[in-house]
């Protein structure tokens, strides 16, 4: 069974810093591109952060100099390191992973991230 799990959501306070880690299991994800998707309460899910089977990263303008994502391939696991949260950056953080190519993707349920005083 495909499984990617995400962890480490949590409540903190402004200008904090929380890391998520992504694990996959049941496949092996090194060819795929991984993404963190959050959806904050009455908004669309959107795309902040994703980084390609060679380590190419793209990042939302709200997120750039904040946020960053890494890879480590031999663990299936990816991670995304928010520095400097805000409020705003409240949401369910989900990860994503696609190959275009397999026709796969594939998405993790979600963690919590709470920013508040």
């Known amino acids: 069974q495909v499984q990617l799990v995400e962890s480490g959501g949590g409540l903190v306070q402004p200008g904090g810093s929380l890391r998520l880690p992504c694990a996959g299991s049941g496949s092996i994800f090194s060819t795929y591109v991984r993404g963190w998707y959050p959806q904050a309460p009455g908004k669309q899910r959107e795309l902040v952060a994703e980084i390609t089977r060679i380590g190419s990263t793209n990042y939302a303008d709200s997120v750039k100099g904040r946020f960053t994502i890494s890879r480590d391939n031999g663990q299936n696991t990816v991670y995304l390191q928010m520095n400097s949260l805000k409020p705003e950056d409240t949401a369910i953080y989900s990860c994503?992973?696609?190959?275009?190519?397999?026709?796969?993707?594939?998405w993790g349920q979600g963690t919590q991230v709470t920013v508040s005083s």
């Open positions: 994503n992973a696609n190959n275009i190519l397999l026709g796969k993707e594939y």
